[in-house]
Antibody, heavy 119, light 109 residues
Framework: QVQLVESGGGVVQPGGSLRLSCAASGFTFSGYGMHWIRQAPGKGLEWVAYIWYDGTNQYYADSVKGRLTVSRDNSKNTLYLQLSSLRGDDTAVYYC????????????WGQGTLVTVSS | QSALTQEASVSGTVGQKVTLSCSGNNSNIGAYAVGWYQQISHGAPKTVMFGDSLPSGIPDRFSGSKSGTTASLTISGLQPEDEADYYCSTWDYSLNVWVFGGGTKLTVL
C-alpha cells in the first residue's frame, strides 16, 4: 500500500540545523510532486514547501524561504527537508505529503516527525 | 490569519447533516479545486475530499461542492467517528503558495 514514513526529527538549538527524510513506497515516487506541511503545537496546518516530480522546481512559504530546502532522490524514493537557522516558531510536526502532478490538493499523508527548537 | 476562512466550530447530532464552509477569493478557491483534510485527535491528517471527488475508502456520506469563492464539505448522516478537525486548502496563484483555512472543529453530540 502507499506509505510515507518520515524520520530525522528531534530537539535542536536555535540557529541549528536538521535534515528530515521521507521514505516513500507503494507508488511510483518519480511521478508525483511532494510537499512538506507542518503543524505547530495547538495550531493549524501550514504548507511549507513543494518540489516537482523531477526535482527541477521548488516552492516555499515566505516564512521559511532561505532557511529550509526541499530536495529529493528518485533513485532512493526519498524526499528531504534541510532545516537551517532554526527558530522557536519552527517547532512543529512536519508531514511529508504526496501531491498529484498539476493538482491543487494533497493526497497521501505521512505520520509526521516532531522538530523541537529549544535551548 | 489564514488565507481561507472556516468556521471555528460546528456541532451536530448522530444522523444529522452538517455543512462546513471554506471561503477564499478569486485567486484561490475561485480558480482551483479545494481539498478537505480530516485530523482526528491530533493524529496525521487524512484526505477526505478533493474537489467533488471522494478518495478511495472514504464513505459516501461525505460530499464536496463549490460556488464562486466558497467551498463546502457536507457530511450526511453524521457518525461519532466523524468528530475531528477539518481543514480546507488549495493553490493561490497570486501568492504562489498553497493556502489553508484555520480549521473547523466538528463535534458530534
Amino acid at each position: 500500500q502507499v506509505q510515507l514514513v518520515e524520520s530525522g526529527g528531534g530537539v535542536v538549538q536555535p540557529g541549528g540545523s536538521l535534515r528530515l527524510s521521507c521514505a516513500a513506497s507503494g507508488f511510483t515516487f518519480s511521478g508525483y510532486g511532494m510537499h512538506w506541511i507542518r503543524q505547530a503545537p495547538g495550531k493549524g496546518l501550514e504548507w511549507v514547501a513543494y518540489i516537482w516530480y523531477d526535482g527541477t522546481n521548488q516552492y516555499y512559504a515566505d516564512s521559511v524561504k532561505g532557511r529550509l530546502t526541499v530536495s529529493r532522490d528518485n533513485s532512493k524514493n526519498t524526499l528531504y527537508l534541510q532545516l537551517s537557522s532554526l527558530r522557536g516558531d519552527d517547532t512543529a510536526v512536519y508531514y511529508c505529503v504526496q501531491g498529484p502532478r498539476g493538482k491543487s490538493w494533497f493526497s497521501i499523508w505521512g505520520q509526521g516527525t516532531l522538530v523541537t527548537v529549544s535551548s | 490569519q489564514s488565507a481561507l476562512t472556516q468556521e471555528a466550530s460546528v456541532s451536530g447530532t448522530v444522523g444529522q447533516k452538517v455543512t462546513l464552509s471554506c471561503s477564499g477569493n478569486n485567486s484561490n478557491i475561485g480558480a482551483y479545486a479545494v481539498g478537505w483534510y480530516q485530523q482526528i485527535s491530533h493524529g496525521a491528517p487524512k484526505t477526505v475530499m478533493f474537489g467533488d471527488s471522494l478518495p478511495s475508502g472514504i464513505p459516501d456520506r461525505f460530499s464536496g461542492s463549490k460556488s464562486g469563492t466558497t467551498a463546502s464539505l457536507t457530511i450526511s448522516g453524521l457518525q461519532p467517528e466523524d468528530e475531528a478537525d477539518y481543514y480546507c486548502s488549495t493553490w493561490d496563484y497570486s501568492l504562489n503558495v498553497w493556502v489553508f483555512g484555520g480549521g473547523t472543529k466538528l463535534t458530534v453530540l
